[in-house]
């Protein structure tokens, strides 16, 4: 019996190099890749009209088995029950040479109506949450992926670095990449690489020394650093890893300042030795009044950044500028 192939793929959350990564695969299964381009349409669901989706996602495939329709933000506009229903039958009745593909950039719970409708499709729909890994469960999926790439990598070193890339999900498989490249294949990648190649792999190096000049108030070193580290990572990607290593220096700090030590700060945080040492060390250097500060302000520039009133690049910019130019 042949095995049913879903014709809608839901993916949801906030990993979205994981996303991509999937939908590269999907890709690959139409076969020559010209004819895949031609094949694959990309619809913004922010603008896009049912009778709309309905044109591109009803056409025949040119030259391959399957057409592939990739909707990103598809909910927006469908905010009542009328919309819903009308949308549900729509995808109900889509060919199988269609590959619809609605993508979210945050985690659907089980109550949602389309995760319901999903489950009562089982044939028709493949869904898959996409949550960012952390800590243990990071850790292990790096150790399996330098497996796969036929490399290796020990525990300790996995653990250390899903603690570094916590919330970067594309920046930790290039790390580990070239932490692989580096050892040469040899041999596993270990505690010293991950520490010894700070400065080497994605301008690690470069972005403690932004935190630290920020810390000492040297704008012109933290901007420096930050030229740096936009070279290599995304402006949005760089931006919330910022916003994630203020988060821990806060908590970092209000042990310290409980009287606490580095140990105390592994322990109660769940992290490697060694993020806890670096973490202490930047924290010392700032008040506990100093981060509540910049923490409250990054907020805002989060929100500012999702509304698109400001981009992540101008964002870290300003935000740099005002914190060493001036008392926070």
């Known amino acids: 019996m042949a095995k049913t192939v879903p014709v809608v793929y839901i993916l949801h959350g906030e990993d979205e190099f994981g996303i991509v990564q999937f939908v590269d695969k999907i890709k690959e299964k139409l076969g020559d890749a010209s004819l895949a381009e031609t094949n694959t349409t990309h619809l ?37 029950e009328p919309l819903q229903a009308r949308f549900q039958r729509l995808i109900e009745g889509l060919p199988t040479s269609t590959a619809l593909l609605l993508v979210m950039a945050k985690s659907l ?136 290593n203020f988060r821990m220096l806060l908590l970092t700090r209000e042990i310290l300042d409980d009287g606490g030590d580095e140990k105390t700060v592994a322990k109660t945080l769940e992290m490697h030795p060694y993020r806890a040492k670096k973490l202490s060390g930047q924290a010392r250097n700032l008040s506990l009044a100093i981060l509540e500060a910049i923490y409250r302000r990054l907020l805002v520039l989060d929100e500012q950044i999702k509304t698109g009133r400001i981009d992540a690049s101008l964002a870290l910019e300003t935000l740099i500028a005002t914190l060493t130019s001036s008392p926070v």
Do not use: C
């Open 109 to 244: 719970n089980e109550r949602h109506w389309l995760v319901k409708w999903a489950k009562n499709n089982p044939k028709l729909v493949f869904i898959r949450p996409f949550p960012i890994l952390k800590g243990g469960q990071l850790a292990n999926w790096l150790r399996t992926h330098a497996a796969k790439q036929g490399g290796e990598i020990t525990p300790q070193a996995a653990s250390l670095l899903a603690e570094t890339f916590n919330e970067d999900p594309r920046g930790v498989v290039q790390e580990l990449e070239k932490l692989l490249t580096y050892v040469n294949y040899k041999r596993a990648v270990d505690v010293d690489d991950v520490d010894n190649l700070s400065a080497f792999a994605s301008g690690q190096g470069d972005y403690f020394a932004m935190i630290d000049a920020i810390g000492r108030g040297d704008g012109r070193k933290a901007l420096d650093m930050l030229k740096s580290l936009l070279d290599e990572q995304e402006p949005l990607a760089l931006y919330f890893r910022l916003v994630s």
């Open 44 to 80: 913004d669901g922010r603008a896009l009209s049912l009778e709309e989706l309905q044109a591109t996602a009803y056409a025949i495939p040119f030259l391959t088995t399957r057409r592939l329709v990739i909707v990103n933000n598809p909910l927006n506009r469908l905010k009542t």
